[in-house]
Each structure stands twice: as structure tokens, then as C-alpha cells.
């Protein structure tokens, strides 16, 4: 039997492949001759989708900064009146990049629109999309849409932006941007990416998915995974209208591209309800990235409303945002205290001597999103600390009161006030710490570049009502406990 490339077929296909190569010439000859080489360009864009663009020249090599980011967040007309608050909080006017999208133009008090606020867009009318298909959720198909509109509105309007990152979030979303670039600038920005935050209530990402990032607490696109989610989304929306939910909707959009989630525990949708002090003073060993639902539960500082809350995080945020919430444990051995500080907005006594991976659960201040029956547990995605009123374990608990730069100009002096008396007698063996009004700690004003170890710190002093802590890097053989 002749073997299928034996030197005859070869030639006669050889033969064959000349010509076809001739005749694709003479085509391609011909139809530039009839579109000059810039008008040959011009007619390929005008007869390709819009989206179709090739990313923005960059310097691969620069690091990621906040000119990389567009935010595109999410709203109603209605709802902004009484959430702008939380989005100017971290808005940088002039310097953030991105846009709010309303449902409809904005009215009465909104305007003059203030420079205070993202710019805002009205959403794509979806009439006839919607007529076509029936969503079973119309709203969601909006949400969702807006992703292929704000890559449109960067691509068409602003080719000469250097984009990298797309970040999503909601009109109540509170972004930590500083940390945000820090977390992407270790990624590649030329893959594909999808890094978002699951819920903390379990039931939660078991009804919609645990490989979606839930979109009040932001999720964020690699400009690559921007493009393709944005050139398949029309088609996506047609294939998935029975669904429900936007956050779910974009993760099978996403799925359906051959990307899953990088899930990232900064990032915080806040399924809870009630007083979240005890999870924001045991935070992950991550950067924050956001919080979410601000407006469901308790302020997170107490005589204050959730707005004023917000801003007094920002406060420290503004200081040193890579330590925010980080927690630093510490004891006091002569009388078997412990001082645990999540940065920027808490800080515990216990009068005991406890170690690390204990201190490091979040006491259950908080109650689950859904009303759940006690032999239901587990209800959170972390392991947590039941309150107790056993001296022992029960910590007194400070608030953050402001930030300054310390006398020493390499440092920074945050101060922390006593909420309310603990109203216990002393853990046994140990002196009651009622009489500490105060806790002032004291941290590099560098900027933490690592955070692959938590910081360790000495109590300087406590007298006269008052504790003083300083902050240091842990030394190589040093135990938390």
C-alpha cells in the first residue's frame, strides 16, 4: 500500500496549494488597490463589532498604579439620594477613573451634579433586547449589560487611557483603592482574570454559587477577560435569560469564557446583620479591599450613623491604608494581659495571655443575613468565637478615635477610646484593666511592602489611664502566644 505522502500525491497537492496561494493573492492585491492602506484598516473596524479592538499600548513591564483602573458602579436614580455618601468617601475626583450608571437622568437635589461624584451614565436602553428575550429578571440583564457598556465607553470614547483593570461594584460599595491597586499590581494583567469576594453567610453562596464574586463587594476584570466577557454578553444575556441574579448571570458568562474566580478574603459582601465589630476586629491576614451593606446592619463605630462611620474609617485609611484592620496581638506578661488591635479601628484587652490562632476567630457580634435556626450551623465561611461574659474572656473593647503623625516623623499615633465599661470583675490572677480609658499605638509610617507575616508589637507603658503600643516587624523565632 503507498503511503499517503508518497512523492506523486505530494506534488499534485503542491500543484493545487500554488494556485489557491496565486489566487489569494491576486484578491488581496486587487482589494487593497481599492482601499488604500489606511481606508483597508477603516473598512476592517467598520465591518467588525465595535469591541473588537486590540488593547491599549502599555509598558508591560510598568508597575499596575490607580491610572490602570476604571470603576464602573452600579445604581438607581432613587437609591443614589441616600448613597452617594458611601461612594464619595473614596471617590478621588480628578484622579479615580470610572462611571455611575443610573437607570434613569438625575433630579432634584442631585443636581448640579457635584465633581465630589464618579460621573454618571444612563444605562443602555434595553427595550427591545428584553422584548426579544423575556429575562426573567429584566433589571439583572441591565446590571450585568453595563459591563459591555463601560468597556465600550473606554474603548471608543478614550483609546488614549491605559487600562488594565476593570473594578465593578455598587452604588454602596466602599472601595479601599490604594490596596486595590496593590493586590492587582501582583497579577498579570495581560491574562484573564476574575477576582472577587464570596459571601461570609454560608447559605448565601450555596443558593447562588461558591465560585461567584458577589457585586456589592466588587469584583474586578483583567482588561483581557474585560473584552471577551464584553464581546460575548449580548449573546451570554440571550442564553441565560431564565436566570435571576446579576452576580450569578456574570459568573457563568464568565465560566462559559474558560475563567473562574480568584477568590480574595479583603474583599467583603457583608451578609450579616447586627453589630460586625467582632469580624472587623479579627479581619484576615489579607488587604481590605471593601465593604459592602453598610446601610443593613449596626454603624461600625458606635455614636455615630453609618455615613459618619464610613468617613472615620477613611480617616485612617487615609493614613496607612495597607495596615487597615490588620491585627497585631501583643501581652502584657506582668499582668497576663493581651492587647489585640485590628489598625484603624479597634483595639481589646483580654486579661488573659491568649495566643494568635485563637484571637484570630471574630467574635459572633453579628447574625446570619437569613434568619437561621441554631442547629443550622455552620453559618459563616470562617470559624468564630462565641461572646461570653467570662472575665476571662470577654474583652474590653476600644474604638478608633483619631490618627496623627507622632512627634517622630517616622511614625504614625493612632488612638483608641474605651466604648463603655466592661462591667466585670477581674479574670482571676490578673488586674482589671476598667481603668484604661486609652490605648495609643504607635507604627512605622512606612508603607508595609510584605504582608506575608502579621506584624508583632511591645507595650511600652501603661499608667494613668493610658496604654502605649508600638508596632514592629516580628523577629524570626517569635511566638504569638
Avoid at 340 to 347: L, N
Wanted: glycine share 6%.
Amino acid at each position: 500500500m503507498g503511503s499517503p505522502f508518497s512523492s506523486n500525491k505530494f506534488a499534485g497537492g503542491g500543484k493545487l496549494l500554488l494556485i489557491l496561494g496565486f489566487i489569494s493573492y491576486l484578491t488581496f492585491f486587487t482589494f487593497q488597490n481599492h482601499y488604500p492602506p489606511s481606508d483597508f484598516i477603516t473598512y476592517l473596524k467598520k465591518t467588525s463589532s465595535s469591541l473588537i479592538l486590540s488593547p491599549p499600548a502599555i509598558n508591560d513591564n510598568s508597575r499596575t498604579n490607580l491610572s490602570h483602573l476604571v470603576f464602573g458602579l452600579l445604581g438607581s436614580e432613587k437609591a443614589w439620594h441616600n448613597r452617594k455618601s458611601y461612594i464619595e468617601s473614596w471617590w478621588r475626583p480628578n484622579t479615580t477613573k470610572g462611571f455611575l450608571y443610573l437607570d434613569k437622568p438625575p433630579t432634584g437635589n442631585l443636581l448640579p451634579w457635584p465633581e465630589t461624584s464618579p460621573p454618571y451614565r444612563i444605562s443602555d436602553d434595553l427595550t427591545e433586547f428584553l422584548k426579544q428575550n423575556k429575562p426573567k429578571a429584566p433589571i439583572m440583564i441591565r446590571m450585568v449589560h453595563a459591563i459591555m457598556e463601560i468597556f465600550k465607553e473606554i474603548n471608543e470614547k478614550n483609546n488614549n487611557l491605559d487600562i488594565r483593570w476593570f473594578v465593578m461594584g455598587d452604588d454602596d460599595s466602599v472601595f479601599f483603592v490604594d490596596n486595590i491597586v496593590d493586590v492587582l499590581a501582583e497579577y498579570d494583567h495581560t491574562k484573564y482574570y476574575y477576582i472577587g469576594g464570596q459571601s461570609e453567610f454560608v447559605l448565601s453562596n450555596y443558593w447562588f454559587s461558591f465560585q461567584q464574586g458577589f457585586g456589592g463587594a466588587g469584583f474586578m476584570l483583567s482588561y483581557r477577560l474585560a473584552k471577551a466577557l464584553a464581546m460575548g454578553m449580548e449573546n451570554c444575556l440571550r442564553r441565560y435569560a431564565y436566570l435571576r441574579s446579576a452576580d450569578y448571570i456574570t459568573m457563568v458568562c464568565i465560566s462559559d469564557i474558560g475563567v473562574n474566580l480568584s477568590p480574595h478574603k479583603g474583599i467583603h459582601q457583608i451578609d450579616l446583620h447586627g453589630d460586625i465589630s467582632g469580624l472587623l476586629s479579627s479581619h484576615p491576614k489579607s488587604p481590605l479591599i471593601s465593604l459592602h451593606h453598610l446601610d443593613k446592619m449596626k454603624p461600625i463605630f458606635p455614636n455615630m450613623d453609618s455615613f459618619e462611620s464610613t468617613r472615620h474609617l477613611m480617616k485612617a485609611a487615609a493614613a496607612d491604608q495597607a495596615r487597615m484592620l490588620q491585627q497585631t496581638i501583643c501581652h502584657h506578661r506582668q499582668s497576663n494581659w493581651t492587647f489585640s488591635v485590628s489598625w484603624g479601628y479597634s483595639a481589646h484587652i483580654y486579661e488573659r495571655v491568649m495566643p494568635r490562632n485563637y484571637l484570630q476567630k471574630p467574635i459572633e457580634t453579628f447574625k446570619p443575613w437569613v434568619g437561621t435556626p441554631e442547629t443550622h450551623r455552620p453559618f459563616y465561611m470562617f470559624n468564630t468565637r462565641l461572646p461570653s461574659d467570662d472575665p476571662c474572656e470577654k474583652p474590653h473593647v476600644f474604638f478608633f478615635k483619631g490618627v496623627e503623625k507622632a512627634s517622630s516623623s517616622s511614625e504614625i499615633l493612632t488612638t483608641y477610646s474605651r466604648a463603655a465599661p466592661r462591667g466585670l470583675g477581674p479574670c482571676s490572677d490578673s488586674p482589671n484593666a476598667e481603668f484604661v480609658s486609652e490605648i495609643r499605638v504607635f507604627s512605622p509610617a512606612t508603607k508595609r511592602e510584605q504582608m506575608d507575616r502579621c506584624e508583632c508589637c511591645d507595650i511600652v507603658g501603661v499608667d494613668g489611664g493610658k496604654a502605649e503600643l508600638r508596632f514592629r516587624e516580628c523577629l524570626d523565632d517569635e511566638i504569638i502566644a
